[in-house]
């Protein structure tokens, strides 16, 4: 069980403190990055503007403590090799370098991003683009800070648990089933995306 401290919203991402029952805290960012409906690489720059900002904020509480827990979500309409979500959002899949992140200045707030785990599944995305088999993308992502990702600090994320969540009532065959306008009235659906998920341990 757990409780909201504080919530507050800067720009695209909403900052959300739980406090958990066994007395830890733990920071989710909720993200919403700009869409890339002008284009992929000429929507980029308002990508890493709020990729930017929001390593701000996590840096913000690594300061803190470096072994804060930390869990960074949403939709960043960008895939986990972009420069986005690497260059600017630090938020990478080498495990070993954000596990040995220290509270100093010169550290960068690095996070590790579970969605890379699930990049070599069959259909290896949330949202379809075109009517390619190959134009699935990884656009919702899960990233944790080295506190979650280790359990030093009551929390631990379960590494293999993120998984994309598509029954068969949100698919429409194998992509997700929209809610949109159609030509006389509205069909009925619920995203254009597939959610996802991971498991986090209260230890």
Request: aromatic share 10%; hydrophobic share 35%; charged share 25%.
């Amino acid at each position: 069980m757990c409780e909201v401290q504080s919530e507050k919203v800067l720009k695209d991402i909403l900052d959300v403190t739980f406090k958990v029952n066994n007395g830890s805290e733990l920071h989710v960012l909720g993200n919403q990055w700009p869409s890339r409906s002008a284009g992929q690489y000429e929507s980029e720059p308002y990508r890493i503007m709020v990729a930017e900002n929001c390593a701000w904020i996590v840096e913000e509480h690594y300061k803190k403590d470096s072994n804060i827990n930390v869990v960074v979500m949403g939709d960043f309409n960008d895939e986990p090799f972009n420069r986005s979500v690497q260059e600017y959002l630090f938020a990478i899949r080498n495990r070993k370098r954000v596990e040995a992140r220290r509270n100093s200045k010169k550290a960068r707030p690095y996070l590790y991003n579970l969605a890379w785990l699930l990049m070599d599944e069959p259909t290896p995305g949330t949202f379809h683009y075109g009517s390619n088999p190959a134009g699935w993308n990884m656009l919702d992502q899960i990233m944790v800070s080295k506190g979650v990702l280790t359990g030093s600090n009551g929390l631990e994320v379960i590494e293999d648990s993120m998984a994309i969540f598509r029954p068969k009532y949100i698919r429409d065959k194998s992509k997700p089933k929209q809610f949109r306008k159609g030509k006389k009235k509205w069909i009925e659906g619920f995203s254009d995306h597939f959610p996802v998920t991971a498991t986090i341990k209260i230890l």
